[in-house]
């Protein structure tokens, strides 16, 4: 069985700061990383995804994720948060063995404040 | 390039009834995922087709089907619908490879009353 843990349910952040969302994450074989962002009454829009190669994986709107295999963690980041970067972020995880699902962490909050 | 298209946008419906959620994916994608999101259980997996034929399979009761179509449009339906069905159903598409981003569409609101 695969998981994902996301352990804060809201990161708070002011503008210009530097942002961490947490994501760790459990699958038997070789895992598929995925970010996702949800904004209000919208579907997920991917962000970026870890599959093999460089473990620092750079993304839209100036996202990156650090793949960390012996932590089994794959947190996002972003050097300068902006406002318009509050929303619901999922990270999800795809085993290389399994079938074409993605498990999802229960999401994480991020509020920016001006 | 048209994203990927659900309907209806909102849906009402009352305990027992039956209802079909439609996805329409973006042209040239063949795999055709479906989730439920709830405040309480999050995104859950509950089926993915390809090429017509289900793929995979999510932890849900018999009530919960779907299908695909020769041109990728897929719909689920939902039999003898219970207060807990109330979701956002999101469907995603994708051209099916496993390391590939899924699309999602904006989702169809269910509430059961």
């Known amino acids: 069985a695969q998981s994902v843990a996301q352990p804060e349910d809201q990161v708070n952040v002011a503008e210009g700061n530097p942002l961490t969302v947490k994501c760790t994450y459990s699958?038997?074989?070789?895992?598929?990383l995925f970010w996702y962002v949800q904004y209000p009454n919208r579907g997920l829009q991917f962000l970026l995804k870890?599959?093999?190669?460089?473990?620092l994986v750079k993304g839209s709107y100036g996202f990156e994720a650090e793949f960390n295999k012996s932590q089994t963690s794959f947190h996002l980041k972003k050097p300068s948060a902006l406002v318009s970067d509050s929303a619901l972020y999922f990270c999800?995880?795809?085993?290389?063995?399994?079938?074409?699902?993605?498990?999802f962490g229960g999401g994480t909050r991020l509020m920016v404040k001006p | 390039k048209a994203g990927v298209t659900q309907t209806p946008r909102y849906l009402i419906k009352t305990r027992g009834q039956q209802v079909t959620l439609s996805c329409s994916p973006i042209?040239?994608?063949?795999?055709v995922s479906w989730y439920q999101q709830t405040p309480g259980q999050g995104l859950q997996f509950l089926f993915e087709y390809f090429s017509e034929t289900q793929r995979n399979k999510g932890n849900f009761p018999g009530r919960f089907s779907g299908r695909q179509f020769s041109n990728s449009r897929s719909e689920m339906n939902v039999s003898t619908l219970e207060l807990g069905d109330s979701a956002l159903y999101l469907c995603?598409?994708?051209?099916?490879?496993?390391?590939?981003?899924?699309?999602f569409g904006s989702g169809t609101q269910l509430s059961v009353l």
């Open positions: 995603a598409s994708s051209f099916g490879g496993r390391g590939e981003k899924l699309f």
């Open positions: 870890y599959i093999t190669g460089d473990n």
């Open positions: 999800a995880v795809r085993s290389s063995n399994a079938g074409n699902m993605l498990t």
């Open positions: 042209s040239g994608h063949r795999s």
């Open positions: 699958v038997s074989g070789n895992p598929y």
